[in-house]
């Protein structure tokens, strides 16, 4: 399967404070998803980007798909504390999700 | 919002048990999914289910493991023997026609084995 490795492992971030967290493949994707699980929640979609060097944007937060569809980088401005949680990048693959091992982000107010 | 609904929240059971697990997908979707998290790792693929047979399944989904749609309802994942590494959240997910895109998950079900 296509995997995919994300960095950082953990983000601490002060509120107010933007971060992003990029996520990278060997391989060039068909396309990258992009979910939140808040700490003890469920794994929630926020974005799927499909086309070579794709930008959408949700409020504060900015999804970027690479040229070359193998990298993807998640942008947050002023972060909040309800910011808090792992953001996951996700290949689909004939169906099959492939989670990322996910960015932690903990927010200090 | 439409929601997946899993039951229970919670089970204990003792190694070598059986376990059902039980989701209620959204719907008018026509893929579903189980997915597992054992505490502090990444989400982990288990198994599809389209058209009321398995599409996809991972290593994971052994002969321990079968899934079921008993009625247009309900999506059940069914655990013969437990052991202990088998303790995990067990997430249930939907998606619409195509089998790509969005997942909605359900809130899952932790499940202990003991």
């Known amino acids: 399967g296509q995997q995919v490795m994300q960095i950082p492992q953990y983000q601490h971030v002060q509120e107010g404070e933007d971060f992003t967290t990029y996520c990278n493949s060997s391989?060039?994707?068909?396309?990258i998803q992009w979910y939140k699980q808040r700490p003890g929640g469920h794994p929630v979609f926020l974005i799927q980007?499909?086309?070579?060097?794709e930008v959408k944007k949700q409020k504060r937060l900015t999804f970027q798909f690479g040229e070359a569809k193998k990298n993807s980088s998640l942008h947050i401005t002023a972060t909040q504390t309800t910011d808090v949680g792992t953001y996951f990048c996700?290949?689909?693959?004939?169906?099959?999700?492939?989670f990322g091992a996910g960015t932690q982000v903990v927010v200090t107010p | 919002e439409p929601e997946v609904t899993q039951t229970p929240s919670h089970q204990v059971t003792q190694m070598g048990q059986e376990v059902i697990l039980r989701c209620v997908p959204i719907?008018?979707?026509?893929?579903f999914y189980w997915y597992r998290q054992i505490l502090g790792q990444k989400v982990e693929f288990l198994v599809s289910?389209?058209?009321?047979?398995?599409?996809?399944k991972s290593e994971i989904f052994d002969d321990q493991f079968s899934v079921e749609r008993p009625d247009g309802s309900n999506f059940t994942l069914k655990i013969r023997s437990t052991k202990l590494e088998d303790s995990a959240m067990y997430f249930c997910?939907?998606?619409?026609?195509?089998?790509?895109?969005?997942?909605?998950f359900g809130s899952g079900t932790r499940l202990t084995v003991v």
């Open positions: 719907s008018n979707h026509l893929y």
């Open positions: 996700v290949t689909d693959s004939w169906g099959k999700l492939q």
């Open positions: 289910f389209y058209n009321n047979e398995i599409s996809e």
């Open positions: 980007l499909v086309k070579s060097g």
């Open positions: 391989t060039t994707l068909s396309n």
């Open positions: 997910a939907s998606s619409e026609g195509t089998g790509e895109g969005r997942r909605t």
